[in-house]
């Protein structure tokens, strides 16, 4: 099985082309590569198929083997991918997810995408043995907790999977450790069936999203979201969201299963 190997900010993945490729993406084959010591590692497999309403379609393999709506640095990896195999791709082109299609267009080595609106589902109250966490619940097509205050990687790293398991979230979800800090927020994410990564593009998009609902990014229609693997520009505002970051080819290999 031919792939390919992409990271946006360290977020990193496996890119499997089923134009390339016939092999079927089992649970236990996504787990196999995604294995770090054992595999190819990475936070997940990107499967790209054909589709009929856009360029090609995204389905986002978590690194456990379950199946996620969406992944924004994912999506601009696998736009990376799509203009290195068609230089002739227009400007601004649509890739399907499970989030619906969405525009992405190249800006040097960047990769804008206009993520739509979020989908504002209130504030959440939750009792977490002697601690209530109040945070902000949205979606983007996947599930988001955003905690705005004064947090440390050592927050996201106890609170994180306790929050993501939580019986207030059924499906699993999303959990943003978000501090402002001069014109910028400091964020950490501890995502769904992955654990603490590097970047999340979908949850710098909510984390903004839910800065400007709640008044923690005044009179800005731009913001810096600066996670552990690097930087991402989120702008316009919660109904129109643009989301603007790297993406590179790290190698590519081919995959016999043992």
């Given amino acids: 099985m031919r792939f390919d190997k992409y990271q946006g900010l360290g977020n990193d993945f496996v890119l499997v082309d089923r134009l390339r490729t016939d092999v079927v993406l089992t649970p236990g084959l996504v787990r196999?590569?995604?294995?770090?010591?054992?595999?190819?590692?990475?936070?997940?497999?990107l499967e790209i198929r054909t589709s009929q309403t856009a360029v090609a379609e995204m389905v986002v393999h978590n690194a456990d083997g379950s199946l996620a709506e969406m992944c924004g640095n994912g999506l601009r990896c696998v736009a990376r991918y799509l203009a290195s195999r068609d230089p002739g791709l227009p400007p601004r082109y649509l890739i399907a997810t499970g989030a619906g299609p969405l525009s992405v267009h190249h800006r040097d080595a960047a990769v804008a995408v206009d993520m739509g609106a979020v989908h504002d589902q209130g504030m959440v109250e939750i009792s977490l043995q002697n601690e209530v966490i109040r945070g902000h619940a949205v979606s983007l097509g996947n599930p988001h907790y955003v905690l705005y205050g004064r947090w440390r990687r050592a927050d996201a790293e106890r609170l994180g999977p306790l929050l993501e398991r939580h019986s207030r979230f059924p499906e699993g979800v999303n959990v943003s450790f978000a501090t402002v800090r001069d014109e910028a927020v400091e964020l950490f994410v501890w995502e769904r069936a992955c654990g603490l990564t590097l970047a999340c593009g979908t949850g710098a998009c909510a984390t903004a999203a839910v800065g400007w609902l709640d008044g923690h990014l005044k009179d800005r229609s731009q913001v810096s979201i600066n996670l552990p693997g690097g930087r991402l520009m989120i702008s316009g505002g919660p109904n129109a969201?643009?989301?603007?970051?790297?993406?590179?080819?790290?190698?590519e290999g081919e995959w016999t299963t043992p």
């Fill in 241 to 251: 969201l643009t989301m603007l970051g790297p993406a590179e080819a790290v190698f």
């Fill in 32 to 45: 196999q590569l995604c294995d770090r010591r054992l595999g190819v590692g990475a936070d997940g497999v």
